[in-house]
């Protein structure tokens, strides 16, 4: 999620033919240096210890407090009927978790009555019904105005950096109406889909997408109410994790990434799209521009953002940059 309008840039980029090389390899002759097709690699395979096949009838889910896992009463599955009839408790806190209207709720103010909480400008933004709305009817398609290649492409892209989890679990956190969770549920590469987001509002809107698409309607795809600091899952438990335009949004990149990192699996895969602030080939008058447009948001540089995965823990960083457009993977070693 994310302003498309106020993230163009003037300035475009081209990215390296070869990403896998890190900024300090030797320079490549400048025939052999960059290329202006997107192309995705495939991250360096690591053999994971646990079985690729997603066991979905146990605990899937933990307590976003505790991390404990959540014992469910209820019928087994992934599925959005079975998720929808089943009942969450936590074993160490005692707290319960249920579905609403088509979606699991499993943020730490599920079900308080006289707390409320108000989030920063660049989250309630996405809860609001209307945005929700509008982000596949037209907001999300300016995105090429700053160097998107398009849902399609990024989803061709993102999927080759996630072959070394398919046949797991995929999370796509910050989902939004679910653009790339149908898609990933609908490839059936993984064994189980889990659209994530914090904004109610677009998690009814991924619903009711869903619901006009018979092939994925039964399919193992999850919607679940969630904050992306506070990931309801065991450590080392998630294969991949995808996160569409999203980390400019969060309110902590920071706890964002280190959270995604403790529930990714060694070898697991984290794969992102976002604004950047601005690349290399800006000029000074256009950063002090964009500086000052886009201070309400967490626009990083594609430095900050290498620094910010590998403080993580994540290894194998390799990005892509058009424009202010950037993908990026990293890998759990």
Not at 52 to 61: A, M, R, Y
Not at 155 to 161: G, I, L, P, R, S
Not at 239 to 264: F, K, M, Q, T, Y
């Amino acid at each position: 999620m994310a302003v498309a309008a106020a993230a163009a840039s003037s300035s475009s980029s081209l990215f390296p033919k070869y990403p896998c090389l890190s900024r300090n390899s030797p320079r490549l002759p400048q025939s052999l240096r960059f290329s202006s097709t997107i192309r995705a690699v495939t991250l360096q395979p690591v053999k994971s210890e646990r079985n690729q096949t997603l066991e979905l009838e146990g605990d899937l889910f933990s307590c976003p407090i505790c991390y404990e896992p959540l014992i469910r009463k209820g019928p087994t599955g992934l599925t959005l009927g079975a998720i929808y009839r089943s009942g969450f408790k936590c074993r160490k806190c005692d707290k319960t978790y249920s579905s609403k209207d088509n979606y699991l709720d499993l943020t730490v103010i599920s079900g308080l009555k006289d707390y409320t909480e108000v989030k920063p400008a660049s989250t309630e933004l996405f809860r609001s019904p209307f945005v929700s709305f509008l982000y596949e009817r037209g907001w999300r398609q300016n995105f090429n105005r700053s160097g998107f290649p398009g849902p399609d492409e990024e989803f061709k892209m993102a999927q080759e950096y996630f072959k070394s989890a398919q046949g797991g679990l995929l999370v796509d956190v910050s989902c939004g109406s679910g653009l790339f969770s149908r898609k990933f549920a609908k490839s059936g590469t993984y064994s189980g889909v889990v659209a994530l987001d914090f904004s109610e509002n677009m998690l009814r809107q991924c619903y009711d997408f869903i619901k006009q698409d018979n092939t994925i309607l039964t399919s193992n795809l999850a919607l679940v109410r969630a904050d992306v600091c506070r990931l309801p899952f065991a450590s080392g438990f998630v294969d991949a994790v995808h996160a569409g335009a999203a980390l400019h949004c969060w309110p902590s990149p920071s706890n964002a990434v280190a959270e995604i990192s403790r529930i990714l699996r060694s070898g697991g895969v984290f794969v992102g799209t976002t604004f950047l602030r601005y690349t290399s080939s800006t000029s000074l008058t256009g950063r002090v521009l964009r500086e000052r447009i886009l201070q309400n948001y967490n626009y990083l540089t594609e430095e900050e953002i290498e620094d910010l995965c590998t403080s993580c823990g994540l290894t194998n960083y390799t990005s892509k940059v058009q424009q202010s457009f950037i993908m990026f993977a990293a890998q759990k070693p």
